[in-house]
């Protein structure tokens, strides 16, 4: 089944405390992203990658890193995470098109809590 | 920069038809995107439009004029499961990048 998984689906943490959350998906998709999305905010790219080790800011990327060693992973970092982080995430990928990219499939999410 | 503005919230009876719109600024255009996301869950995909006109898929129909930066999603026969967000998205960018306007969130009721 064509799908994009990330985890862990929930996740309660301190601030300070580094954390991953990671992201993959089975489609040979070039594209990956990073969203957040927060109430009356809507949703938010945080960073984007267009093909393996290639990866760019997003509109929201202060706070978060990420990488791109292998086509199907997406990881997302959060290095000293703080309660603004607090967040629902989502990971979505997309084939590349000549114009710009395709249709995006999204993971089912990923719900932070930083206290 | 870019800009997209839809509405926060519409309510509309079940079996009713309900219109959408979406304005976005964009230095150039790449396409404009519409996403269904029910509470709690992942958005997906419900259209794309590059080109001004209607593109009709089944009860859902999306518009789009590049000359007044104008787009809406066309809800028809509505049904009590159409009750979620709808957000529209453009790429900016060079297209490799994707901003989403704050969503609709429509609530059918009986």
């Known amino acids: 089944e064509a799908q994009v998984t990330q985890n862990p689906r929930y996740l309660i943490t301190v601030t300070g405390k580094k954390l991953t959350v990671t992201c993959s998906q089975n489609?040979?998709?070039?594209?990956m992203s990073w969203y957040r999305q927060d109430p009356g905010l809507g949703l938010r790219q945080i960073y984007y990658?267009?093909?393996?080790?290639?990866?760019d800011k997003g509109d929201v990327p202060e706070g978060y890193k990420v990488s791109r060693k292998e086509k199907r992973n997406f990881p997302l970092i959060l290095e000293s995470p703080s309660p603004n982080q607090t967040s629902l995430y989502f990971c979505?990928?997309?084939?590349?098109?000549?114009?710009?990219?395709?249709?995006?499939?999204f993971g089912p999410g990923t719900r932070l809590t930083v206290l | 920069g870019q800009n997209i503005d839809q509405p926060t919230e519409m309510t509309a009876t079940e079996g009713a038809i309900v219109q959408i719109n979406c304005t976005y600024q964009?230095?150039?255009?790449?396409?404009l995107f519409w996403y269904q996301q029910h509470a709690g869950e992942a958005p997906t995909f419900l259209s794309y439009?590059?080109?001004?006109g209607l593109e009709e898929k089944g009860r859902f129909s999306s518009f789009l004029s590049r000359s007044k930066g104008y787009s809406y999603l066309l809800l028809k026969e509505l049904q009590m499961k159409d009750s979620a967000s709808y957000l529209c998205?453009?790429?900016?960018?060079?297209?490799?990048?994707?901003?989403f306007g704050g969503g609709t969130r429509v609530l059918v009721k009986p």
């Open positions: 979505a990928s997309s084939l590349r098109l000549a114009g710009g990219i395709d249709t995006q499939y």
């Open positions: 489609m040979n998709h070039e594209y």
């Open positions: 990658s267009m093909n393996v080790e290639v990866t």
């Open positions: 964009t230095s150039g255009f790449n396409g």
């Open positions: 439009n590059v080109l001004d």
């Open positions: 998205a453009v790429p900016q960018a060079a297209g490799n990048k994707l901003t």
